[in-house]
């Protein structure tokens, strides 16, 4: 059974740094998309970044240049460096992992095509 655990998360001021990992296990399929996403409360989770199987990214515009996800070597440790860091990007953060490769995983598919997802890990910026 597939399994996703983040850490790394907590509580910065603006302009500060943080590094959210993901460790995967027990995926039924070989190395494949991995994203991540953030979901503030009263509003709907949204992705940030994605990686593919070959290590091809894709971002939000709103953390393009502040954000840089990557996987490890064998692809089952997925990272989001968090840079320049605003409020506006407090919310609970979610890796995330689907059996969807290159093209598939790099045209932002919806939560819903993800079928693993981690508990969470709360990032705080404040102001």
């Known amino acids: 059974q597939g399994h996703l655990v983040e850490s790394g998360g907590g509580s910065v001021q603006t302009g500060g740094s943080l590094r959210l990992a993901c460790a995967a296990s027990?995926?039924?399929?070989?190395?494949?998309?991995m994203g991540w996403f953030r979901q503030a409360p009263g509003e709907e989770r949204t992705g940030v970044a994605l990686?593919?199987?070959?290590?091809?990214?894709s971002y939000a515009d709103s953390v393009k240049g502040r954000f840089t996800i990557s996987r490890n070597g064998d692809g089952y440790t997925l990272f989001l460096q968090m840079n320049s860091l605003k409020p506006d990007d407090t919310a609970m953060y979610y890796c995330?992992?689907?059996?969807?490769?290159?093209?598939?995983?790099?045209?932002?598919?919806?939560?819903?095509?993800?079928?693993?997802w981690g508990q969470g890990t709360q990032v705080t910026v404040s102001s």
């Open positions: 995330a992992s689907a059996p969807l490769y290159g093209a598939s995983c790099l045209a932002w598919p919806t939560p819903s095509r993800f079928d693993y």
């Open positions: 027990g995926l039924p399929y070989s190395t494949s998309c």
């Open positions: 990686i593919d199987e070959d290590g091809t990214t």
